[in-house]
């Protein structure tokens, strides 16, 4: 209970902060879309938020208008247009999101949401402990796995590599991080985030928890996790 107060009054604070200071950014952003290619500045999808709720995803749109295919990117995407290219590698298409975590449907730090039609693909452990989180701007499973899009783009099947390996493996890292509830990890994952977008190859290698915690979560199956998340003191 206390975590989820204080994470929320981090999300409202951070994300009021962020609006201030990125105003300009998004006026310049936002006309670069309008002059690039037709249609509206932001993109919404809908998205699998906590409690499975759906809701609307907000983002700078960074594909052409009105364009089709696969609800995942691959690198090399011809959908995605010159300034999409640049907001999706400086995570700047994100910024508008701070709207759905105003309006209480996402937090700053919490499990990335996937589209709606994606939900099947969970497991059914895993996705009880995801779902009874806020969903995130970021989180541990996209931090390593910020190159996704490359390894889609190398891949034979896009789909089946997506669901079979690295949504499984994503997930398992979501819910690493979920049952820690620790504001203190929380910190430490938007502090890598920046790093991550401004250093790219250069950033090192992040460690996950340590110590017995990190024991029980790497021997324990999934299934067991919640047990560990209502024992455990961090």
Request: hydrophobic share 40%; charged share 25%.
């Given at each position: 209970?206390?975590?989820?107060?204080?994470?929320?009054?981090f999300?409202i604070?951070?994300?009021?902060?962020?609006?201030?200071?990125?105003?300009?950014?998004?006026?310049?952003?936002?006309?670069?879309?309008?002059?690039?290619?037709?249609?509206?500045v932001?993109?919404?999808?809908?998205?699998?938020g906590?409690?499975?709720?759906?809701?609307?995803?907000?983002?700078?749109?960074?594909?052409?208008?009105?364009?089709?295919?696969?609800?995942i990117?691959?690198?090399?995407?011809?959908?995605?247009?010159?300034?999409?290219?640049?907001?999706?590698?400086?995570?700047?298409?994100?910024?508008?999101?701070?709207?759905?975590?105003?309006?209480?449907e996402?937090?700053?730090?919490?499990?990335?949401p996937?589209?709606?039609?994606?939900?099947p693909?969970?497991?059914?452990?895993?996705?009880?402990?995801?779902?009874?989180?806020?969903?995130?701007?970021?989180?541990?499973?996209?931090?390593?796995?910020?190159?996704e899009?490359?390894l889609?783009?190398?891949?034979?099947?896009?789909?089946?590599?997506y669901f079979?390996?690295?949504?499984p493996?994503?997930?398992?890292?979501?819910?690493?991080?979920?049952?820690?509830?620790?504001?203190?990890f929380?910190?430490k994952i938007?502090?890598?985030t920046?790093?991550?977008?401004?250093?790219?190859?250069?950033m090192?290698?992040?460690?996950?928890?340590?110590?017995?915690?990190?024991?029980?979560?790497?021997?324990?199956?999934?299934?067991?996790?919640?047990?560990?998340?209502?024992?455990?003191?961090?």
């Amino acid at each position: 209970m206390h975590y989820q107060f204080f994470k929320r009054v981090f999300d409202i604070s951070v994300s009021i902060f962020l609006a201030i200071i990125f105003v300009p950014v998004v006026l310049v952003v936002s006309l670069l879309i309008k002059l690039e290619s037709s249609g509206p500045v932001l993109f919404r999808q809908a998205r699998t938020g906590r409690f499975e709720q759906p809701f609307y995803i907000i983002k700078f749109r960074t594909m052409r208008h009105a364009s089709s295919g696969l609800n995942i990117t691959a690198c090399g995407d011809n959908r995605i247009t010159r300034v999409g290219r640049v907001l999706r590698r400086t995570k700047l298409d994100e910024l508008p999101q701070i709207i759905n975590v105003l309006k209480g449907e996402m937090s700053i730090v919490g499990p990335r949401p996937e589209v709606t039609s994606h939900l099947p693909h969970y497991d059914i452990e895993s996705k009880k402990i995801i779902f009874s989180y806020r969903p995130g701007i970021t989180d541990l499973a996209s931090l390593l796995y910020i190159h996704e899009e490359r390894l889609l783009a190398e891949s034979q099947d896009p789909l089946k590599t997506y669901f079979e390996i690295i949504l499984p493996e994503k997930n398992r890292l979501r819910v690493r991080h979920l049952i820690q509830e620790s504001m203190l990890f929380d910190l430490k994952i938007c502090i890598w985030t920046g790093l991550k977008i401004m250093l790219r190859h250069r950033m090192p290698v992040i460690e996950c928890p340590t110590g017995d915690v990190q024991q029980k979560l790497v021997d324990t199956p999934i299934h067991e996790l919640d047990v560990i998340k209502k024992d455990a003191i961090y």
